[in-house]
């Protein structure tokens, strides 16, 4: 199978996102121990664009800034230095208690103690986020681009960024881009809108080219029947998981690229990784392997930044999941929420089990 890729572009890769801040203890501590901690920008779906820019694929990312925030200022200036162009209006505070940058607060665990992690985002700026700040028209018709990716995280934020990625899912589909849609359940974003969200993710998933979602995902998304949630004997659920993909396919017929991670957690810091991907009719099966893992918060969209990178690349479907598994793995070495890959080799390496020293 070739999925067939609009070409001149200015972009490969577009993501809608809202930016904030991750705080995270030295040395591997627990935050409510901890007296020194330091800061990150971030967000999951740079996480996922990250692979592309620092491979060197032309990336943008459309989000909202709070004017004159140092916070913004910062997240700016790690934009540009990870490849990345952005655009996206500036909004007031206000009061002290208007808007502004979220901030995630999490530790890395160790061992048998596994991370912990607080979201607050309470006044998020990214909740603003509204398709008339944006020119859909010279975004997708102009400039062009390949691929957009779409998290179910910004298109449950609120109800102004559900019709943002609605409207972005229409424009790309207009405009011969392919859509690229990662469930990422969280029922705190659902709770009391479970209606109003199912509606506009089956609207998104109807348009999408490729749906990645885990076996939570797509029961709680959806409804549609899967495995158990957990990751418990992951290896020996990968039939389940087939046929859990087999009934997305059948709700979401216009989907070619279905994938799925798959990780059982033997300690904070050992972690068996896998993956099971659906392109067209054929299957690619990676069976859970050991990765030691620094880090583990961002390898799920490391896999899926590399599965997009291979795809923009127009290799064959085989390497898809593979250079997808070996940029997951990859992500959780780095105490950066992304991957910063130095070149195609480092990650090949990686697939390779080749951890041997390079002079």
């Known amino acids: 199978m070739n999925l067939q890729l609009k070409q001149n572009c200015k972009y490969a890769l577009l993501v809608p996102t809202s930016m904030g801040v991750r705080i995270t203890p030295v040395n591997g501590q627990p935050v409510h121990s901890s007296n020194l901690f330091e800061m990150q920008a971030t967000s999951a779906e740079t996480n996922v664009a990250s692979i592309s820019s620092y491979l060197g694929l032309p990336v943008k990312v459309l989000t909202t800034f709070v004017k004159g925030s140092p916070i913004a200022a910062f997240?700016?200036?790690?934009?540009?230095?990870?490849?990345?162009?952005?655009e996206g209006p500036e909004v007031?505070?206000?009061?002290?208690?208007?808007?502004?940058?979220?901030?995630?607060?999490?530790?890395?665990?160790?061992?048998?103690?596994?991370?912990?992690?607080?979201?607050?985002?309470?006044?998020e700026v990214g909740r603003t986020l509204n398709v008339n700040d944006f020119d859909l028209e010279r975004i997708f018709g102009q400039e062009g681009v390949q691929i957009?990716?779409?998290?179910?995280?910004?298109?449950?934020?609120?109800?102004?960024?559900?019709?943002?990625?609605l409207e972005i899912a229409r424009a790309a589909k207009?405009?011969?881009?392919?859509?690229?849609?990662?469930?990422?359940?969280?029922?705190?974003?659902?709770?009391?809108?479970?209606?109003?969200?199912?509606?506009?993710?089956?609207?998104?998933?109807?348009?999408?080219?490729?749906?990645?979602?885990?076996e939570e995902d797509f029961q709680l998304c959806f409804g549609i029947k899967g495995p158990e949630a957990g990751g418990k004997g992951i290896k020996?659920?990968?039939?389940?998981?087939?046929?859990?993909?087999?009934?997305?396919?059948?709700?979401?017929?216009?989907?070619?690229?279905?994938?799925?991670?798959?990780?059982?957690?033997?300690?904070?810091?050992?972690?068996?990784?896998?993956?099971?991907?659906?392109?067209?009719?054929?299957?690619?099966?990676?069976?859970?392997?050991?990765?030691?893992?620094?880090?583990?918060?961002?390898?799920?969209?490391?896999?899926?930044?590399?599965?997009?990178?291979a795809?923009?690349?127009?290799?064959?479907?085989?390497?898809?999941?593979?250079?997808?598994?070996?940029?997951?793995?990859?992500?959780?070495?780095?105490?950066?929420?992304?991957?910063q890959p130095a070149d195609e080799e480092m990650v090949w390496s990686i697939w390779q089990g080749n951890a041997r020293v390079k002079r």
């Open 75 to 86: 997240i700016k200036s790690n934009l540009k230095a990870r490849h990345m162009d952005y």
């Open 92 to 123: 007031p505070q206000g009061d002290p208690w208007g808007y502004r940058h979220q901030f995630n607060i999490a530790d890395s665990g160790f061992g048998s103690r596994g991370p912990r992690v607080q979201n607050d985002r309470a006044g």
């Open 148 to 165: 957009v990716h779409l998290s179910g995280l910004i298109a449950a934020l609120s109800p102004e960024t559900s019709t943002f990625c």
């Open 174 to 214: 207009k405009h011969g881009t392919r859509i690229s849609f990662d469930l990422n359940y969280r029922a705190s974003f659902w709770k009391g809108r479970e209606e109003e969200l199912r509606k506009n993710f089956e609207e998104i998933a109807s348009v999408s080219d490729i749906l990645i979602g885990n």
């Open 236 to 309: 020996d659920e990968i039939e389940e998981f087939k046929g859990l993909i087999n009934n997305v396919k059948a709700a979401f017929p216009n989907a070619q690229v279905f994938a799925t991670t798959l990780r059982q957690v033997i300690s904070t810091n050992e972690h068996l990784w896998g993956a099971v991907l659906r392109a067209g009719d054929e299957w690619q099966v990676i069976e859970p392997r050991k990765i030691n893992v620094l880090d583990r918060i961002g390898g799920g969209d490391g896999f899926v930044g590399g599965m997009l990178y």
């Open 311 to 339: 795809i923009l690349k127009g290799w064959e479907p085989e390497k898809w999941p593979q250079f997808g598994w070996a940029t997951g793995a990859l992500a959780t070495t780095f105490l950066t929420d992304y991957a």
